[in-house]
């Protein structure tokens, strides 16, 4: 069974910096994308950021709007994905969802409709 357990949500101003953890089990996939995906209210679910593995590299993508901000990187040994979060605005408010997908090979990697595995996700808000 895969689990997917976020945490590190907090509170914080404008300008402060957050790391988010995702603790997976039970997905053994040698070939997959992870990912961070970010839902406020009354919107839909957005991709933050993504990490391919393929059999030889790896390969992120992010969301513009997070673009040499977040970074996404995974601990491997731990079989934790983190999502690194520097200079937050209050736009970056929403629920975190952390995220995890079986398929080598994925067209838009940041949309969420790809992904199967989800965990509860973890709120970050971000006050001016």
């Known amino acids: 069974q895969v689990q997917l357990v976020e945490s590190g949500g907090d509170s914080v101003q404008a300008g402060g910096s957050l790391r988010l953890s995702c603790v997976v089990s039970g997905f053994t996939y040698s070939q997959y994308y992870m990912g961070w995906f970010r839902q406020a209210p009354g919107k839909e679910r957005e991709g933050v950021a993504t990490?391919?593995?393929?059999?030889?590299?790896?390969?992120?993508h992010y969301a513009d709007s997070v673009k040499g901000r977040f970074t996404i990187s995974q601990d491997n040994a731990a079989n934790t994905l983190y999502l690194q979060m520097n200079s937050l605005k209050p736009e970056d408010t929403a629920m975190y969802y952390c995220?995890?997908?079986?398929?080598?090979?994925?067209?838009?990697?940041?949309?969420?409709?790809?992904?199967?595995?989800w965990g509860q996700g973890t709120q970050v808000t971000v006050s001016s």
């Open positions: 995220a995890a997908s079986e398929y080598a090979w994925i067209g838009v990697p940041l949309s969420a409709g790809w992904y199967r595995y």
């Open positions: 990490i391919h593995r393929d059999l030889r590299d790896s390969t992120t």
